[in-house]
Structure formats: structure tokens, C-alpha cells
């Protein structure tokens, strides 16, 4: 058996505060990143044998 | 090798898995012995990427949130400023990454990296709930971490610097 999946913690004090300030600079990627994202979606999805 | 000559399957109970090479035991084993009862709980569901007689890489997901300390000195405000009627909102929700892992025989591929790619926009354009972030639980090691870093993973918290995991996140509004 596999160790299990491990648990998210609470997030406090230094953590919380670093993880609000970075959420907050949050920087978007660019627009050929975006382009890439969806042609690897498009990619994925054509080979599923599920629905997207 | 392209995306477009595998295949990729939603693990169901009666999946054949076909065979999986990666040198940890651990991998080895949450494919073969434990994704099928995570799927039967409704715990985690795992994704097969193959190629005609091998399982190239697979990975599990499922759903996780990031919540703060009740009292986290002005958290709650900022994370209200911009949702509307919200007001005891500490928590964000995620979608989580239990494991992910390309076979030996594809590793250095970009695959792992295409898969998070997919994830990233998947989960931010044809998503059925909302979500924010993306965690995963990372092997502490050179190899691992960077691979997150690479794909802009930052660490969760630095309580965990010493452990044989670390948890990392993407925050989905960079896309």
C-alpha cells in the first residue's frame, strides 16, 4: 500500500502572510504562454476517452 | 514523441492498468493497489496517459482547499475585498494533485510538464466548480522541485523544508 495522500494544512502566521502577498502580486502569463496552454488542451482532449 | 500517439483514460473499476515502469515502489504501488479503492471512495480519481502496450504517466486528482487560522490578522479581509456578499470566507478552494508521474522509459519527454499545462487550463476555462489553486505534494528532492518551479509552483509553507514532501501550489489567476 501507498502512503496516503498527504493532508493541506492550516496555513498561519509567516506562511499565511508570504501566501496573501504573493496572491496579491499575482503576475498573468503571457499571451503565447495562454496560446500554448490551449493547444496542449486541444491535444489532451482529442486523445481522451472521456468527456472535457 | 507527441502527445497525439497516447492515449488518455479516466481510471475506472474496470480498467485494465497496463504495465507502468518507474523506479519508486511507492508509485508503483498507489497505480496498481490503491487508485482503484481512491476511485471506489470517491477520494481521487486518476488519469492514464498510454501508449499502445504501456502506461506512460499517470496522475490523481482531487479536491482540497487552502484554508487560513481563524484569526490570521487581516486575511479574511483581503480574501473578501473582492467577492461579493461573502463574510466568513477563510479558505480558498483547490484542486489538488495526489500524485503524478511519468514512466522511466518517458521520462525527460516534457510529458509531465504537458500535463500540467492541460491542468492549468482545464481547470481555469471548462472547470465545473470553482477553484483557485493547484497543489501538489512534491518529492523534496533537486529533480522534483525544480520541475514544479519550472511549471511557477512556489511552496506552500516552509514548515515542511525538512520532510520527504513538500506541498506546492499555482495560483490559477496567472492564467
Redesign the interface.
Known amino acids: 500500500?501507498?502512503?496516503p495522500?498527504?493532508d493541506?494544512?492550516?496555513?498561519?502566521?509567516?506562511?499565511?502572510a508570504v501566501?496573501?502577498k504573493?496572491?496579491?502580486e499575482?503576475?498573468?502569463?503571457s499571451k503565447q504562454e495562454?496560446d500554448?496552454?490551449?493547444e496542449?488542451?486541444e491535444?489532451?482532449k482529442?486523445?481522451?476517452?472521456?468527456e472535457? | 514523441m507527441?502527445?497525439?500517439e497516447?492515449?488518455?483514460?479516466?481510471l475506472e473499476q474496470n480498467t485494465e492498468i497496463k504495465s507502468f515502469n518507474s523506479t519508486d515502489v511507492?508509485?508503483n504501488?498507489?497505480l496498481f493497489?490503491?487508485a482503484k479503492n481512491y476511485y471506489s471512495q470517491l477520494m481521487?480519481v486518476t488519469y492514464l496517459l498510454e501508449d499502445k502496450d504501456k502506461t506512460v504517466a499517470y496522475y490523481?486528482l482531487?479536491n482540497?482547499?487552502?484554508?487560513?487560522?481563524e484569526n490570521?490578522k487581516?486575511?479574511r479581509n483581503?480574501i473578501n475585498r473582492n467577492i461579493p456578499f461573502s463574510k466568513h470566507m477563510n479558505y480558498y478552494p483547490?484542486m489538488?494533485i495526489?500524485?503524478l508521474v511519468v514512466s522511466e522509459e518517458y521520462s525527460g519527454k516534457n510529458i509531465g510538464s504537458?500535463i500540467l499545462?492541460?491542468l492549468?487550463?482545464?481547470f481555469t476555462?471548462?472547470n465545473r466548480t470553482g477553484c483557485r489553486f493547484i497543489?501538489v505534494?512534491a518529492y523534496n528532492n533537486e529533480r522534483a522541485i525544480k520541475f514544479y518551479q519550472r511549471n511557477?509552483f512556489?511552496f506552500?509553507?516552509?514548515?515542511d523544508e525538512d520532510k520527504d514532501?513538500r506541498?506546492m501550489y499555482y495560483?490559477l489567476?496567472?492564467?
Open positions: 500500500m501507498a502512503k495522500i498527504k493541506t494544512p492550516v496555513l498561519r502566521g509567516r506562511d499565511a501566501f496573501i504573493k496572491m496579491e499575482v503576475k498573468p502569463i495562454k500554448k496552454q490551449k496542449v488542451y491535444q489532451f482529442k486523445i481522451a476517452n472521456f472535457l | 507527441s502527445i497525439s497516447l492515449k488518455l483514460i479516466r511507492d508509485l504501488d498507489f493497489s490503491d481521487a490523481s482531487l482540497d482547499k487552502i484554508t487560513f487560522e490570521q487581516g486575511v483581503r483547490a489538488k495526489g500524485r504537458e499545462t492541460f492549468k487550463y482545464l476555462n471548462n497543489i505534494d511557477r512556489d506552500l509553507t516552509m514548515e514532501t506541498l495560483d489567476m496567472k492564467n
